[in-house]
């Protein structure tokens, strides 16, 4: 039994990570068609993506086509979103740079390699949650920054300007300028048409078919429909076709007035492993240096490869198919085995996502078509590839990030949130100042901050409650869990409450309706409010209280702290009476007409000191009682 068990798991597991042996058994003829159709589409729109990406990365154009076909043939047998095309994007792209463009092949190889590992092990320890911790407005200040960043990089190409070498956004806008002198005229031309057209052709599948309020189509209108719809998708296809021929056609006549991609390397690129030391200027360059030479590469890359195949699942699944962890294990797997093309580091992309969902995409079988698609087009094609200016590769750029530019969030975090407001353009100017990844890196830090610190002053409100014989009591709400960062100022709070009441004398009630667990420390500190309350024979009772949440408040001698289960309960335990209780009323803590004294716990002295006493007593007492159990 414990064999077949065993066997079940094992198979259980297997079917799990392999997903197409879930869907493969019932695919249909139809799904087929679907696919085909949906993975030629989507090949159309990466190949020339592919390509300026590339460039983007500080590579030769055959490198983008690389990263564009492997990745895709493995999602199709491990991937669960039938959207998800992995390949080159814009912001692996820029990262890729960031780390690399002073760096030699090797190490973008070896980049893609690490990135897949750390992916990998990420997804084997189920540390998907901690991508929960990078929220919105940093994602969104960190698009909108690398949008632009990518937008300003461009513009050397877009104007035909010799290439020069930055180092981050503002040395790139100080040398457009010092160099916008050689601005070249018809690349600039040309490229400026590309936008254009691309921004023209991006907007022809919105227009109306048929008469205004018109429902349903006749066939002709359906297929002109269609069509008008495949020639917006393929625009950066089209582009790029029309600008390469434009530029044979000059070359065929005379120099070529625009700046070619030049030659590519044609054929497939060889399976191998990446290297893991590498001989520079007479020497062995170390497998450890090269991972120092990569930095901080090595973990942001894929976290924000991560962050990136989460987004796009989260935004085309709903319900209890998405399988995060599944996804980041298929991602690592895509880049370690990637790398064995000399690809570099690959996620998926909204665009391609959002393109295979319109195309009708059925399974992850897309990949199989698309991929072959890349393939066929090194095989055949690089030597036309010659052809394609660089401009047109950078307005297809542009067209493509300029809609990653969140403009639309700072109005509604204006108008809603200020701290989150301050969030986004800290790390939108963090990542255009110091860099996309220390930008990151700076909003994740400061996002933490902000939740330590509500996790250190909840919101703990108070109010009085009166019986329906008049008697009083003091209740006091925390809005959250209480955990160790916010002892100290629980403690003050709970006193200053308790003080304030009365000088002292009125009952204090904690409602722990939110507190679903303590840590040690909080616990002790319960402890301790407890006897400084018994020491001002002042009653303190805790209602709504977990059973396990009890077990630890139980006090040195034996002891529990009161606990009520209902507000009748408090009445009976605290003034006796037995009246059915339908409703308390409740009053401001401190009331507008009446003068309360201001009383904290710094204006009593030696309570902080007090405090602090009781705590460590209690703390001690608890080590002996714990050396007393291993004692028995």
Not at 68 to 94: D, N, W
Not at 316 to 334: I, K, N, R, W, Y
Not at 356 to 385: E, H, K, W
Request: aromatic share 10%.
């Amino acid at each position: 039994m414990k064999n077949k068990s065993l066997l079940i798991r094992i198979k259980g597991r297997f079917f799990r990570h392999v997903n197409i042996l879930n869907w493969l058994p019932r695919y249909t003829k139809e799904d087929g068609i679907g696919d085909i159709i949906a993975g030629i589409t989507v090949g159309l729109t990466m190949m020339p993506q592919s390509i300026a990406y590339a460039s983007l990365a500080g590579l030769s154009p055959q490198f983008g086509l690389y990263s564009a076909f492997f990745g895709s043939y493995l999602y199709v047998v491990f991937g669960t979103i039938k959207e998800v095309s992995i390949g080159p994007t814009a912001v692996m792209s820029l990262l890729t740079y960031e780390f690399v463009h002073d760096l030699g092949i090797e190490y973008m190889v070896l980049l893609t390699f690490l990135s897949g590992c750390v992916e990998l092990v990420m997804g084997l320890l189920n540390l998907g949650f901690l991508i929960d911790f990078i929220s919105t407005p940093v994602t969104s200040g960190f698009t909108s920054a690398y949008s632009i960043i990518i937008i300003v990089s461009q513009l050397k190409s877009l104007f035909g300007l010799r290439k020069f070498k930055t180092k981050g956004f503002i040395d790139n806008i100080s040398k457009l300028v010092t160099h916008l002198h050689e601005t070249k005229i018809w690349d600039t031309v040309l490229g400026i048409s590309c936008i254009i057209f691309l921004l023209i052709l991006r907007k022809v599948k919105d227009i109306r078919v048929g008469y205004p309020g018109e429902r349903n189509l006749s066939k002709h209108q359906q297929k002109i429909k269609k069509s008008l719809w495949f020639i917006s998708i393929s625009r950066n296809t089209i582009i790029v076709l029309i600008s390469a021929l434009l530029a044979f056609c000059f070359e065929m006549v005379g120099p070529s007035p625009f700046i070619l991609s030049g030659t590519i390397e044609s054929g497939l690129p060889p399976f191998s492993l990446p290297f893991f030391s590498i001989q520079e200027n007479n020497t062995t360059v170390t497998f450890p240096e090269m991972c120092l030479e990569l930095g901080l590469g090595i973990i942001v890359i894929p976290v924000v490869a991560i962050l990136a195949n989460v987004a796009i699942a989260k935004a085309f699944v709903t319900g209890p198919s998405l399988d995060a962890t599944q996804e980041m294990l298929t991602l690592g797997v895509c880049n370690m085995f990637g790398s064995c093309v000399r690809s570099m580091p690959t996620c998926g992309a909204f665009t391609r996502s959002a393109v295979s969902n319109a195309s009708g995409a059925r399974t992850p079988m897309v990949g199989l078509y698309s991929g072959t698609l890349i393939v066929l087009a090194l095989s055949l094609l690089t030597p036309y590839f010659y052809y394609i200016p660089r401009s047109t590769l950078a307005a297809v750029l542009i067209s493509a990030v300029a809609f990653m530019i969140d403009w639309k969030i700072l109005k509604t975090l204006w108008r809603c949130n200020k701290r989150d407001l301050f969030l986004m353009v800290l790390t939108f100017m963090s990542c255009l100042l110091l860099g996309v990844e220390v930008g990151l890196l700076i909003g994740v830090i400061t996002n933490m901050i902000f939740l330590l610190y509500l996790w250190a002053r909840p919101t703990i409100n108070i109010i009085t409650c009166k019986t329906p014989a008049g008697s009083k009591y003091a209740m006091l709400i925390p809005d959250i869990g209480i955990m160790y960062p916010a002892v100290h100022y629980f403690c003050r709070t709970v006193n200053k409450a308790g003080m304030i009441q009365g000088n002292s004398s009125l009952p204090v009630v904690i409602n722990c309706t939110y507190i679903k667990g303590l840590d040690y420390t909080t616990a002790l500190a319960f402890k301790v409010i407890y006897g400084m309350f018994q020491k001002r024979q002042q009653p303190l009772i805790l209602i709504n209280v977990l059973p396990e949440i009890r077990l630890m408040l139980q006090t040195t001698d034996g002891k529990t702290i009161p606990c009520c289960e209902t507000e009748e309960e408090i009445m009976e335990v605290l003034f006796g009476e037995t009246l059915n209780l339908e409703r308390t009323e409740t009053m401001p803590l401190i009331e507008k007409e009446i003068q309360e004294p201001t009383v904290t716990i710094e204006d009593e002295p030696g309570l902080r000191d007090d405090l602090r006493l009781d705590f460590l007593k209690s703390k001690e007492s608890s080590v002996k009682e714990c050396a007393r159990d291993k004692e028995h």
